[in-house]
């Protein structure tokens, strides 16, 4: 008695068993307007960058370069026009962020650092202080906060500038610290002025 071909065929595949998905298909990836981004959404993406920046943030002592603890510091990227830096250096531009780092160890004032930057920058603000002490009696070497939070601020990327705060401000225990305009706060200010709400 001969099989028919659907016989035939479940006779041949009787022995298989189904294949198992080690992935799940992913889901297409949506691209949001950034103005409607939620503050969920924004935290999300800054500890995205947070995880990144602190791979690239050393806290080992001997990485950073020392200054002393009643030194000036400052550093501007290219571009930073002069008048901007000068009313920077004078305290001139208004601060809603501050961070106090310094009784913190190493490793909880980068991580403060890092988290406190890209969560000013989302929310879009321009200029905050960071505190960090003049540490006289620091070890291994005196000003070893200061230089550390030097050292990292020129390696995260929404820093465009900083100088030693004003002494009503904390003075060479402090840093004021220019921030680039976020992404969202250029949309917003392209919808103003293209609504003709002004210019900025």
């Not at 041949?12 to 998905?21: H, N, R, Y």
């Not at 310094?102 to 000013?120: F, I």
Request: charged letters at 25%; glycine letters at 6%; aromatic letters at 8%.
């Amino acid at each position: 008695m001969s099989l028919s071909d659907d016989e035939l065929f479940l006779q041949e595949m009787a022995d298989v068993t189904p294949l198992k998905f080690e992935h799940q298909p992913t889901s297409p990836q949506v691209w949001l307007n950034p103005l409607s981004l939620t503050d969920a959404q924004l935290a999300k993406r800054a500890a995205a960058e947070q995880h990144e920046l602190l791979q690239l943030l050393p806290i080992e002592p001997f990485l950073f370069t020392p200054v002393k603890p009643d030194d000036v510091v400052s550093y501007k990227m290219d571009g930073i026009q002069d008048e901007v830096f000068r009313l920077l250096r004078l305290g001139k531009y208004r601060v809603h962020t501050e961070l106090d780092l310094h009784e913190y160890r190493l490793l909880q004032a980068r991580d403060s650092l890092v988290n406190g930057v890209l969560s000013a920058y989302e929310r879009g603000e321009r200029n905050i202080l960071v505190i960090h002490g003049k540490g006289y009696k620091s070890k291994p070497y005196p000003a070893l906060m200061k230089s550390a939070v030097c050292h990292w601020l020129r390696s995260i990327e929404p820093v465009i500038a900083y100088h030693s705060a004003t002494k009503q401000s904390g003075g060479v225990g402090a840093v004021f610290v220019m921030l680039k305009k976020s992404q969202q706060k250029r949309i917003e200010n392209s919808e103003l002025n293209r609504k003709g709400h002004g210019f900025r």
